[in-house]
């Protein structure tokens, strides 16, 4: 299964990184890998490499940190994979269009909605909001919206 | 050549046409730039937005069952899909069980949905190319999808019927003789459609060799769904991932080689006959009992954890994912959705197209904006 050389990739690459495993997919995800943001690029290309495609780009807001999360899929049962990064609140990501050219819009998306910019991609124009919105609604901080937490609080140490 | 009357053929020759918001053939609130040359499309840009309402920031400050009429809204056309991942999603996160016949009638329902969603579809996109007549013969076949739903579900378009641990009403003998009628129907309806239009020569050319999307492309950009499967790759969540009971049903994942916008049609039409035979399958096995769990507090507190549910939608690989602290909303309610991988494509498809076929394929891409839009 290309999940199973993925992880194998991977680890090889990223030896510090922190694995989730579950073997069924219960969660939707086989692997959960959690890597310096610097290394995501590298980590996008072994993906690409491999025939997988870039489900989605999401961000999760904490108080102390942002964390990136990135959903790579390919066309074989129950092999999803997630990338993941914690991000500064000032950290600017680099991109991954010129990897997978949909994650242009994706990440044109997080910008909306979180205000991370991603260095190299070279259309951040707001694409769901108005064009002069200087908000991004997802982030806590905006409009009604419950309590704040640290990532620690929901995912441990 | 040049001249001095006309000028150079130079750069300011390329000239900018809108196309939309609100224009017949963009389904939706979709507005693309297009820069042309003579008939010719140089550059597209399509800009979206405008049907935002911000469901995701929704799902995070309300409970998790004041969400339930927003899923619907997202995929106005298959709303009923939308509602049971949610509530698959969430059913997930928390460890809620649903008894079977809940289950069946939810299966029932969904791929009813997904029929009456790719006949609305294959309605317009005739209607695109200038068909009058199939547009009128599909919305006859879905109206009896809309009256079998509106009649257990109480809406015909938003619907909200599937609830945390069952649906909220039970289905009568009423409602499978409907279904059963409504299939026999259409057995005869499939032949119809396709000596009228599949086979239809001005139809075929309309749509043969236009917009070819290869593998490599629709990977590259995250197409799913009928889009991907015209393509060549038998990518399917309900056989990849089986999800609620789909795995019980014999049913086949139809697969064209083309990537054109006549195989991204041959591909939904044959959909619409597998949905037919799951359908079928979960009428005859329809199980007695109850269709509540019971006991399900009104403010479901999952535990701390996450949840990425991927479905299929009637547009592709749709997902919930869903992170909670414990509380009783989510922290954190993200969608992705298929059409926005499958709108994103045409950045590259459009160029070098006719303006005429512009149109014929983003009618054959399916793309509903507001649920890019969210």
């Known amino acids: 299964m290309k999940a199973d050389e993925m992880e194998k990739a991977l680890r090889e690459e990223f030896p510090g990184a922190l694995f989730a495993v579950d073997e069924s997919g219960r969660n939707g995800v086989r692997y959960s890998v959690l890597i310096a943001l610097s290394g995501m690029r590298k980590a996008a290309q072994i993906l690409n490499a491999a025939g997988f495609f870039l489900e989605t780009i999401t961000a999760l807001d904490f108080s102390d940190t942002f964390e990136l999360v990135y959903h790579f899929n390919c066309y074989e049962p129950k092999s999803r994979i997630a990338l993941r990064a914690l991000c500064g609140k000032d950290q600017t990501p680099s991109s991954l269009v010129d990897t997978f050219r949909g994650a242009g819009w994706l990440e044109r998306e997080v910008h909306d909605f979180f205000g991370i910019s991603f260095s190299g991609n070279p259309d951040m124009r707001s694409l769901l909001l108005p064009e002069d919105a200087d908000y991004h609604p997802l982030l806590k901080s905006f409009g009604k919206s419950g309590d704040s937490h640290k990532r620690e609080d929901i995912y441990g140490k | ?374």
């Not at chain 2, 591909?267 to 509540?292: K, N, T, W, Y």
């Open chain 2, 1 to 374: 050549m040049e001249n001095e009357q006309f000028g150079p053929p130079a750069a300011e020759q390329i000239y900018t046409l809108n196309l939309g918001p609100q224009h017949p053939s963009t389904h939706g609130v979709l507005r693309i730039l297009l820069d042309l040359d003579g008939e010719f499309i140089v550059k597209a840009d399509p800009i979206i937005g405008y049907g935002h309402r911000g469901h995701e920031k929704m799902g995070e400050n309300r409970l998790y069952r004041q969400f339930l009429p927003n899923t619907s809204r997202m995929d106005y056309l298959s709303g009923m899909l939308y509602n049971h991942g949610f509530v698959l999603a969430v059913e997930k996160l928390a460890g809620i069980d649903v008894p079977e016949r809940a289950r069946y009638i939810r299966v029932i329902a969904s791929e009813l949905n997904r029929i009456s969603s790719h006949l609305l579809w294959f309605g317009t996109y005739l209607l695109d190319l200038g068909g009058f007549t199939p547009f009128l013969y599909a919305f006859d076949d879905r109206e009896q999808i809309l009256d079998i739903l509106d009649r257990v579900s109480g809406s015909r378009l938003t619907y909200a019927y599937c609830r945390f641990g069952g649906v909220t009403r039970d289905v009568d003998a009423g409602f499978v003789d409907m279904t059963r009628a409504f299939l026999k129907r259409m057995e005869g309806r499939w032949a119809d459609y396709e000596n009228l239009v599949t086979k239809n020569i001005i139809f075929i050319k309309r749509t043969k060799d236009i917009g070819v999307i290869d593998r490599e492309l629709a990977r590259q950009y995250g197409v799913t769904g009928p889009n991907l499967r015209a393509c060549g790759v038998r990518f399917d969540v309900r056989k990849a991932e089986p999800y609620e009971i789909y795995d019980r049903f014999d049913f086949e994942v139809p697969v064209c080689f083309n990537g054109d916008a006549l195989d991204r049609y041959k591909v939904r039409f044959l959909e619409m006959l597998q949905s037919c035979r799951i359908i079928d399958q979960a009428l005859d096995h329809l199980p007695q009992g109850p269709f509540q769990t019971e006991k399900i507090p009104l403010k479901i507190k999952p535990p701390k954890g996450e949840v990425y549910f991927p479905f299929e939608s009637a547009r592709g690989l749709t997902a919930y994912y869903l992170v909670s602290d414990g509380g009783t909303n989510p922290y954190r309610c993200h969608i992705r959705v298929p059409s926005f991988g499958n709108l994103n494509v045409i950045n590259d498809v459009l160029p070098d197209t006719l303006i005429a076929d512009a149109i014929s394929i983003l009618g054959s891409m399916d793309v509903i904006i507001p649920e890019i839009d969210r």
